[in-house]
């Protein structure tokens, strides 16, 4: 019950703190339920048809009853708007295909214009239905359509097909019109809101009216208190679609609990209001701040209400975007982290007055994700609650661990940037295309990661292979897809970073610089800055005569990998005449890149120099920062010297250099 309380207290909170918002954007108040409209009513206040149109799918908060919030099956009318089979008359007459749930819906009608809270708009909607001519009237506007006073269940007649037909769901190619949901306008002299979704004092009405119509009370597990107990909890909790329930107590049939239970309170009690407040909060903090993967849903949120960083969609980029450049031959760790270190300290309130905007230090987080197996169920598939210090800490140190320089694109044109990947492009970097095929696998692999954001867990080890895999592949990539090859790049060293300072094997442990370590002789990393290198000698040389190809050092990128020695004798000798081509030409840049070549095989040990033996990922961080080391720095005299423009831009053609 302890997500449950959580959402009930963040609703009480939202309430107040958003009451100035537009009342689309507030928390939904209780006893209502988001549904498509697909036609819009126009009466006047006498109850006389003016005028309607077809809506596109639009979703309205709407009055509805407790039945008719979670209906999946059976008659239950909502309190005002509603589909045609109930608010229409004559649906029946018109061979409407469901059976009518008109009487119903006009008893309703009438007990709520009967009540002490009745309301002028509702009596004129009232009025109006009673006439039950509805069908007809929406006939001769001709927004329904009809064939001997038969409903159309498909457009057979030559053009273009009308609005109603194209927003309303199609079933083995046919539909139903008495599907389409009615909502009202009710234009009054003197009241400028005639939309009766967006009128407050409506929904207040059915509030009050709502509330006098309670059942049997019993101790609220939630509340402690004695209260009405809900006998059918909501549904639409995702979109205004979904029929899945988070709380569901049948014991009519399917014998869903009997043989444990003897009545529904048996197992809790839930009051209604706890139930809507609780359910509404949910649906709110879904749409404003949910990360979805089909219908699989994360959310973050302060019990407070207040803004929270959504950890699956933290973006860096703005932050690091105009922060001055670094050359890669310094310790940018240090440099990084004090730029985290001023962001997310920002996040957090230290006194009264900016305890009013920020988050507190101790103040209450939940996190919670959802998905449903079947289409009438949903499960809690994970939930956790903290403070928000600890949740900005792991949200801090998520992007302390993974840092590493990303490509992204500043003011249009490409560069890289220091932080770790957002985990839309994780999804990308470890599977690609695959994961558009396979909803279940991306549900996964997100639920795999998630409590490495916010809980600090380690990385999975075939999750850093697999991006390995995918960015040591280069000739996968089409010509055209330079820039998904180096952003994967990036992504696969940032896992792999994170896999070796978060790891409990102390034989990968490591926490690595972001900048070139030239003292590092580690064998795997120096093979990587090897093949770095010999791909810029021949993209330069490329550059001056062939145009822009694959280089060698790309096309036997993934065999590098599995037999480093025997690919780099190949990849050496094919190198040979660009570095003739380079002598020629551009002999003092030929100079300097046979030096570093020199220097790097010099710190190899010569039996790991000559050894086959495949290369862990730790390939990568060398390739990935040699590579950009020489993308920032040019020979001047014979010396590597740092650009004068140092901004890592990331040119379609290689860079000429002396």
Not at 220 to 244: L, M, W, Y
Request: proline letters at 3%.
């Amino acid at each position: 019950m302890s997500w449950l309380t959580k959402l009930y207290e963040t609703y009480e909170q939202a309430k107040i703190r958003y009451d100035d918002l537009p009342i689309d954007q507030q928390v939904m108040p209780i006893s209502h339920t988001p549904q498509t409209a697909h036609v819009h009513v126009v009466i006047n206040e006498n109850g006389d048809f003016l005028r309607a149109e077809v809506l596109e799918k639009q979703v309205l908060i709407l009055p509805a009853t407790e039945q008719s919030a979670g209906r999946a099956s059976g008659l239950a009318p909502h309190a005002l708007a509603d589909k045609i089979q109930y608010v229409a008359g004559d649906y029946a007459a018109f061979g409407g295909i469901k059976k009518p749930g008109y009487d119903l819906y006009l008893t309703q009608l009438r007990n709520w214009v009967a009540s002490d809270f009745k309301h002028s708009a509702v009596q004129a909607i009232l009025s109006y239905v009673e006439k039950g001519q509805l069908v007809k009237d929406l006939i001769a506007a001709k927004i329904m359509f009809a064939h001997d006073n038969q409903l159309l269940t498909q457009w057979q007649d030559d053009g273009e097909a009308p609005a109603l037909f194209k927003v309303l769901p199609k079933e083995k190619g046919q539909l139903d019109q008495g599907s389409a949901l009615v909502c009202w306008s009710v234009e009054t002299k003197g009241i400028a809101q005639s939309k009766t979704w967006l009128d407050e004092t409506i929904q207040q009405s059915w509030i009050d009216y709502e509330s006098q119509n309670g059942g049997e009370k019993a101790l609220c597990f939630v509340t402690g208190n004695e209260q009405v107990v809900a006998t059918n909890h909501p549904a639409k909790i995702r979109h205004s679609g979904d029929k899945a329930k988070l709380i569901s107590a049948n014991d009519t049939s399917g014998f869903t609990f009997r043989g444990k239970f003897l009545t529904v309170n048996d197992a809790a009690n839930v009051s209604f209001e706890v139930t809507q407040k609780a359910h509404n909060a949910l649906r709110w903090l879904l749409a404003k701040q949910g990360y979805r993967t089909g219908e699989q849903v994360y959310l973050a949120w302060a019990v407070s209400g207040k803004e929270t960083p959504i950890p699956t969609e933290l973006d860096l980029m703005s932050l690091f975007a105009n922060s001055e450049e670094v050359d890669h031959q310094k310790n940018l760790g240090e440099s990084y982290a004090e730029q985290l270190n001023r962001y997310f300290s920002g996040m957090v309130g230290h006194n009264d007055l900016e305890a009013n905007e920020k988050l507190e230090a101790n103040e209450q987080i939940a996190l919670l994700g959802l998905d449903s197996a079947t289409p009438g169920r949903m499960g809690i598939i994970y939930y956790r609650e903290t403070i928000a210090q600890e949740f900005i800490d792991q949200l801090h140190k998520w992007q302390l661990d993974l840092g590493w320089w990303q490509r992204v694109k500043k003011n249009e044109k490409a560069t890289w940037l220091p932080c770790a990947p957002s985990l839309y492009k994780v999804l990308d970097g470890v599977y690609g295309d695959v994961l558009k095929s396979s909803e279940t696998l991306k549900k996964n692999l997100v639920a795999r990661l998630y409590p490495c954001i916010v809980e600090g867990q380690p990385i999975p080890i075939d999750i850093v292979n697999n991006a390995f895999q995918r960015a040591t592949n280069r000739v996968a990539y089409k010509s055209d897809q330079t820039w998904l090859w180096l952003q994967n790049l990036g992504i696969a060293c940032a896992l792999y970073k994170g896999y070796c300072k978060r790891t409990a094997n102390l034989t990968h442990k490591k926490d690595y610089n972001m900048a070139l370590q030239e003292t590092y002789a580690s064998r795997d990393y120096l093979f990587g800055r090897l093949l770095a290198t010999a791909n810029k000698i021949e993209q330069v040389a490329l550059s001056i005569g062939e145009g822009n190809r694959l280089t060698t050092a790309e096309r036997y990128m993934n065999r590098f990998v599995s037999k480093p020695a025997a690919t780099w004798l190949t990849i050496s000798t094919a190198l040979q005449p660009y570095q003739q081509r380079l002598h020629s030409r551009l002999s003092g840049y030929d100079s300097a890149t046979k030096k570093l070549v020199t220097s790097i095989t010099d710190m190899f040990e010569i039996d790991e120099f000559t050894s086959d033996k495949k290369l862990s990922p730790e390939f990568l961080l060398g390739f990935h920062s040699q590579m950009l080391w020489l993308e920032q720095h040019k020979v001047v005299e014979g010396q590597w010297v740092n650009k004068t423009d140092s901004a890592l831009i990331v040119e379609e053609q290689p860079t000429q250099v002396l």
